[in-house]
Each structure stands twice: as structure tokens, then as C-alpha cells.
């Protein structure tokens, strides 16, 4: 437990959640991003520096940092709209250090404000500690505003079925 009372991000990834992420987001699979935890109020995941997200200096590239954040903000805040259709309207990210290929990115994902028309979410990304594989120096931190009052097409209505799979309400 950390600090707050909330779990740390140190255990190993959970059996089948390559699979999982496949289900629920192909890009973030695409890259290997691995989700873990999964809920309306955080969700978690990690994602291993390879050549496929790096940049040319061998550093995770800040574009694949924003598809994290933005990606694990939408199932979040589609989870917490009850499923509605939401759109991702604003994303700042801020990165502080570098990830280098080979560590290994730890993410979590918590909800900042919840509202009937917009939610903010906030995505913190740490390079986990290959000693403790526990969290060490936060890389990036983002937060991401996104609409959550729209309407679900019918041919969209089955969206949210992954989600509701894996999650933990």
C-alpha cells in the first residue's frame, strides 16, 4: 500500500492483460501496453520501452505518453458516464524525465472532476524501479477533458462491452 492507502503499481502484470488491452484499446496493444487495473474511478497498466515506442535517441517517444493518458482517460470516463459515448476535448502533458528502451513505464489513471456534461482525468506515468519494481521517478503527468454526455449511436451500442468484461465496479 502506498502512502495514501491506495495499492502501488509493483506487481507483476496480470496473466492475459496483453489480451486484455487488445480487446479494449488496439493501439495501446499495438504498442504493448499491458492494462491492469480497471474501474469508473482508476485504472492502471504498464507498458515496456521497445523500439516501437521510442523515439530516434533510443527514449519513449511523447506521443506514445499521450496515447496513454488519452486512451486510459476515455475508458475511464466512458465507465464513469455509465457508458455513454465521450470525446477526449483537451490533453496537456507535461513530461519531466525520460523513459529509455528496455525500462519499464507504470501508469495510473484517477478521475479529477466528474461532472454531467465533462469529466477530467488526471494520467501519471513513472519509470518503474527495476530494484523494488515499485514505482520510481514520475516521467509524465497529464490531464485530459473530455465530453461525456453524448449520445450513443445504436450501431455503437455494444462499445462498451469490453469494458464492462474486465472491469471492477
Same mark, same amino acid.
Given at each position: %500500500? ?20 487488445? $480487446? ?11 492494462? $491492469? $487495473? ?40 466512458? %465507465?464513469? +458516464? ?15 524525465? +525520460? ?28 519509470? %518503474? ?25 445504436? $450501431? ?14
Amino acid at each position: %500500500m502506498g502512502d495514501d492507502g491506495t495499492r502501488q503499481l509493483q506487481q507483476p502484470a496480470a496473466e492475459g492483460s496483453g489480451a486484455k488491452a487488445a $480487446e479494449l484499446d488496439p493501439p495501446l496493444h499495438a504498442i504493448g501496453f499491458e492494462v $491492469e $487495473e480497471l474501474s469508473p474511478s482508476r485504472i492502471t497498466g504498464r507498458l515496456l520501452v521497445t523500439p516501437t515506442c521510442c523515439q530516434p535517441f533510443k527514449v519513449l517517444h511523447g506521443g506514445v505518453s499521450a496515447l496513454v493518458a488519452e486512451s486510459l482517460a476515455s475508458m475511464g470516463a466512458h %465507465m464513469a +458516464s455509465g457508458y455513454r459515448r465521450v470525446a477526449g476535448v483537451q490533453l496537456s502533458i507535461n513530461h519531466f524525465r +525520460s523513459a529509455s528502451l528496455g525500462d519499464t513505464v507504470l501508469a495510473r489513471a484517477v478521475p479529477v472532476h466528474l461532472g454531467r456534461s465533462t469529466q477530467v482525468w488526471e494520467v501519471k506515468l513513472w519509470k %518503474m524501479d527495476p530494484s523494488t519494481r515499485e514505482k520510481g521517478p514520475q516521467i509524465a503527468e497529464s490531464r485530459v477533458t473530455l465530453l461525456c454526455n453524448l449520445p450513443l449511436p445504436e $450501431e455503437h451500442k455494444n462499445a462498451g462491452d469490453a469494458l464492462k468484461k474486465y472491469s471492477k465496479l
